[in-house]
């Protein structure tokens, strides 16, 4: 089976720009999507929003609305951003996407659901209460995922992400998002940026992909193991 690794934060724009191709990567019969978190406001990164971030943001959100076509709601443009006592922290969410994908391969269903409730409905996707709101939409068992998400989190979390940010460094990625297709061992990036806004016609390209060779420079290429030409 063909896999898709994808370097995402629950927290980045530009991946909630993308979501539309994860989303029909992930309807595509024979290729899994493998998700590695980032850890963009994780830890020592975690950030309270102030008026320079704020207008960080705003700006990159506006650019990638333009080019994907991804609605960002009011409540979060007019409420989320503009409370001062909210803080950018991707590690609890992150942790419910692990704890989604262990319970019951829902990771990518999670995360989507995450997106949505962040840049759409001005939700804290950090606060406890609302990822188990989004577990009870997914259909996950209260009990069962506050136990996952539990041991998701701390030390197994951290683990995850220092694996995730190696092996990014070893493929040569550069930040979120960065997409690779996995086959026989070996990783190729996926230049997505033509995509964006256009899922009809990155669903083509992948099952494109699955079929041919594709041609690529031998730099293209990286085990996940960081071994090969890495």
Not at 167 to 185: I, K, M, S, V, Y
Not at 213 to 230: L, N, P
Request: charged share 15%.
């Amino acid at each position: 089976m063909a896999v898709i690794h994808y370097w995402y934060d629950p927290l980045c724009g530009w991946c909630y720009g993308a979501a539309p191709l994860l989303q029909v990567a992930g309807a595509i019969p024979g290729l899994r999507i493998a998700l590695h978190g980032g850890g963009l406001f994780s830890g020592a990164q975690r950030q309270r929003l102030n008026a320079p971030l704020r207008q960080h943001i705003l700006a990159h959100d506006q650019r990638i609305a333009a080019l994907s076509g991804q609605p960002f709601g009011a409540a979060y443009r007019d409420g989320l951003l503009q409370d001062a006592e909210a803080w950018l922290d991707s590690d609890p969410p992150t942790a419910a996407v692990l704890a989604a994908e262990a319970l019951a391969g829902q990771g990518l269903a999670m995360l989507h659901a995450l997106q949505q409730a962040h840049y759409q409905q001005g939700r804290r996707i950090a606060e406890p209460a609302v990822l188990a709101e989004l577990a009870q939409e997914l259909g996950l068992a209260a009990q069962a995922f506050h136990a996952e998400l539990q041991r998701h989190s701390g030390p197994v979390l951290a683990k995850h992400l220092v694996a995730s940010r190696r092996a990014l460094a070893q493929l040569g990625g550069g930040g979120f998002p960065t997409l690779a297709l996995e086959r026989d061992g070996q990783l190729q990036v996926l230049d997505i940026g033509a995509y964006l806004g256009r899922p009809e016609a990155w669903r083509e390209f992948l099952l494109r992909g699955l079929v041919e060779a594709q041609s690529a420079t031998a730099q293209a290429f990286c085990a996940v193991d960081g071994r090969g030409d890495c």
